[in-house]
């Protein structure tokens, strides 16, 4: 084991703030970081860190918390109602409040309209 590996090593955590702490994919099966519960359509379901991953990185050392997988509840999806909400609120925001055509962009905001009007005002 090298010196780095060793500094981090700590699966009891006596050292690093009474979490189980392992190097850069040291961890142990059953445990996932918020990304790999993502990735695979769950997430944490209000459960406390269980361990974490420490590593030496761009300023200094970096930190990646673990949860545990038998703990991990499934993703929630949005219902019907919030996607359409959604996707009315998108569709708002390409809507040109002055020519009232639907753009294929987002209207900026600094103009407060689309691009056509603002050059058809500016001239």
Known sequence: ?????????????????????????????GYATRRQLRAAGLCPGRQPIAAQILWAGVGGTRTAYLYRLD?????????????????????????????????????PRSLGECLTCHDRSTR
Not at 16 to 22: K, S
Not at 88 to 106: D, F, K, N, Q, V
């Open 1 to 29: 084991m090298s010196r780095i590996r060793a500094a981090y090593w700590d699966p009891d955590g006596d050292r690093h703030g009474g979490l189980p702490t392992y190097w850069w994919r040291g961890a142990p099966a």
């Open 71 to 107: 703990l991990a509840r499934p993703k929630r999806t949005a219902t019907p109602a919030q996607r359409r909400a959604i996707r009315t609120a998108l569709r708002a925001r390409r809507t040109c409040p002055t020519c009232r055509e639907i753009r294929g962009y987002y209207i």
